[in-house]
């Protein structure tokens, strides 16, 4: 079993909704990670928080909100997104805030936007 | 000079067999090279890695050979099994860089056939 969750597995959102995925992981890793994948492409990194801090953004649209409420939870705000956003959205942790050692990612949540 | 190149794109393989995987890179920078196998619906999960310090690594069924001078890796799975069906993704990073500095290949989608 992974040990880093992500709620829900599964989410469908109109143009106009507010919606919001959640991550968490309690392997004390302080650095931790947002990736986009589309079908049959690798990830895309999205957003990076060291230490609780935001350290990268990937030129992402700000209808995508990051926050890191504390060191083991990660969450990602979604507002009047496009059905090109639709994908599966990935958190990944480390246990060092660059990436030497192995990424452990959540099983993802599945976005789709209508 | 960022990219990870890999290939095939897709690979079947009947039970038993060898499955093969190449990857190359330019950027001699690149210090760690982890390979993440996904099932479907699934987060990538790390499957083996290497150092630039070694020329291979075994792993149970799963090795990693390096080429420095090439500047090649790829995945060897020996008596490929129906359950290694998955698509595989080669990375690259480097410890000199910022946070979130996976670089991921395209990725291969590996079908054994009983």
């Known amino acids: 079993d992974t040990e880093v969750t992500q709620t829900p597995k599964h989410l469908v959102m109109g143009m106009t909704n507010k919606k919001s995925l959640k991550c968490e992981q309690h392997?004390?890793?302080?650095?931790m990670y947002w990736y986009k994948q589309k079908a049959k492409k690798p990830p895309e990194l999205m957003f990076v928080y060291s230490y609780e801090k935001l350290s990268i953004n990937e030129s992402v649209p700000s209808r995508f909100s990051p926050e890191c409420p504390n060191s083991s939870l990660l969450n990602l705000h979604l507002h009047a997104l496009q059905p090109e956003d639709s994908a599966l959205y990935l958190c990944?942790?480390?246990?060092?805030?660059?990436?030497?050692?192995?990424?452990?990612f959540g099983e993802g949540s599945r976005l789709t936007v209508l | 000079q960022q990219q990870v190149k890999q290939s095939p794109q897709s690979l079947i393989v009947q039970k038993g067999g060898i499955s093969i995987i190449n990857c190359a890179y330019e950027?001699?920078?690149?210090?760690?090279f982890p390979w993440y196998q996904q099932f479907p619906g699934k987060g990538p999960a790390l499957l083996i890695a290497?150092?630039?310090?070694?020329s291979e690594k075994k792993e149970g069924r799963f090795t990693i050979s390096f080429n420095k001078s090439a500047k090649q890796f790829s995945l060897h799975i020996m008596d490929s099994q129906p359950g290694d069906s998955a698509t595989y993704f080669c990375?690259?990073?480097?410890?000199?860089?910022?946070?979130?500095?996976?670089?991921f290949g395209k990725g291969t989608k590996l079908s054994v056939k009983p």
């Open positions: 392997m004390g890793h302080r650095a």
């Open positions: 990944a942790s480390s246990q060092e805030n660059r990436v030497t050692g192995e990424l452990f």
């Open positions: 950027n001699t920078a690149f210090d760690y």
């Open positions: 290497i150092r630039p310090d070694v």
């Open positions: 990375a690259a990073s480097f410890s000199g860089g910022s946070q979130g500095n996976l670089i």
